[in-house]
């Protein structure tokens, strides 16, 4: 998913709850790091954050937010990584109050994971992560976000998982990429939320309080065209 894609996205998810939630996720990830450098991502060893922390990085250096710039930590760097790919676990024994780590797991963490999680969360470490609802891992987190979206069954409200197609045409009508049924999809609703993150992290509005953010989303709703 590019940069055009995600945002479009984004637009589109104004209002909704996964819209709100990562936006509130983010915003908490930067309010409580606090120290310069302090924000490290972390996840399994065959499935590194490797894709999250590019793209935070990326927004972030963009935005001109130097102190929160991620840092990926490491099972094991081999010994001819380049310095911002060779940060081992040894970090995670430094860490401390100020910090945060972000933690992304697609499928349930295996204890090795958790147990590392609930060792730095013992430092004073602030616990996010990106997860599928594992109940283990949540209840270590401070504050988790499940990239799942609140879509109406017929009697009441149910979650489902969402994507954004690649393999869509191009709209010829605005040459904007067109966007699936955000509603029927799922393989990649994982990977769009990491995006929603990115993009939100490095929004100005990010550091403001959340009743002023609030207040001007109620705005710009009242003032659109109706639908």
Avoid: C, Y
Avoid at 2 to 23: C, F, I, K, N
Avoid at 62 to 71: F, K, N
Avoid at 96 to 112: F, H, I, K
Avoid at 129 to 150: F, M, Q, T, Y
């Amino acid at each position: 998913m590019d940069l055009t894609r995600a945002s479009l996205l984004r637009e589109m998810l104004t209002g909704t709850e996964l819209g709100s939630r990562t936006t509130e996720f983010a915003h908490s990830l930067r309010r409580f790091t606090t120290r310069t450098g302090g924000l490290m991502l972390f996840g399994p060893p065959d499935d590194e954050p490797w894709h999250l922390t590019a793209h935070l990085d990326d927004e972030l250096h963009r935005a001109g937010i130097e102190d929160v710039r991620p840092s990926l930590v490491r099972w094991a760097p081999p010994p001819d990584a380049p310095p911002h790919l060779s940060i081992g676990l040894d970090r995670l024994r430094d860490a401390g109050r100020g910090e945060s780590l972000l933690v992304v797991a697609e499928e349930d963490p295996a204890d090795t994971l958790l147990e590392r999680i609930s060792d730095v969360r013992r430092r004073g470490t602030t616990i996010f992560s990106i997860g599928n609802g594992d109940k283990d891992l949540a209840s270590l987190s401070h504050e988790s976000l499940i990239p799942e979206l609140l879509v109406p069954d017929g009697f009441g409200w149910t979650t489902r998982r969402i994507e954004l197609d690649h393999d869509e045409p191009q709209s010829a009508a605005n040459d904007q990429p067109a966007v699936t049924d955000l509603e029927s999809r799922s393989a990649e609703g994982f990977e769009m939320a990491q995006h929603l993150v990115s993009l939100a992290a490095a929004d100005e509005e990010t550091g403001q309080p959340a009743w002023r953010r609030r207040l001007r989303a109620a705005i710009e709703r009242l003032s659109g065209e109706p639908g």
